[in-house]
């Protein structure tokens, strides 16, 4: 199952852009990897990239509470705000994989969550492993692609 943009709307109700409904193929914090309807989160001073992301298939961001958006930024371009980039990351990794744990249908597409740095998000040594909640991910990506063969 997919990341869908009605489930940033209820982690991140401070939104700007259209209303539509996008399901998230790819999550990723760099500009420069392709990242098909992906979901764009500017991690590491990304903030300037914000153009290579969407040339590389962002159709979403999220992006820091306060922080100029770039000019070239589109009217209808979905942008969720937050407090804290790093701590909404393990809040949607904590989310989606509740959310794919949940799902009965095991043959099912899930989103791909690429990061570069994930020791950058562990803020301190109480927050959930983002290497595990990724990996944890990509168990369930395998056993599902394992079940349709």
Partial sequence: MYLASTDLAILFPDKQGIKDDILFQTVSDQANVLQPKGLFIPLS???DKLIEAIANGAVAAIWTQGECLPSYTPNHFPVFFTADLAEAVNKLLL???EY???????????????????????KNNETYDIAVM?????????????RRG
């Fill in 45 to 47: 001073n990304q903030q």
């Fill in 134 to 146: 990724v990996n944890k991910i990509a168990e369930v990506k395998a056993r599902n692609s394992e």
């Fill in 100 to 122: 794919v744990n949940g799902e009965k249908n095991h043959k099912m597409d899930t989103t791909n969550f690429i990061f570069s740095n994930k020791k950058l998000l562990n």
């Fill in 95 to 97: 989310f989606y994989l």
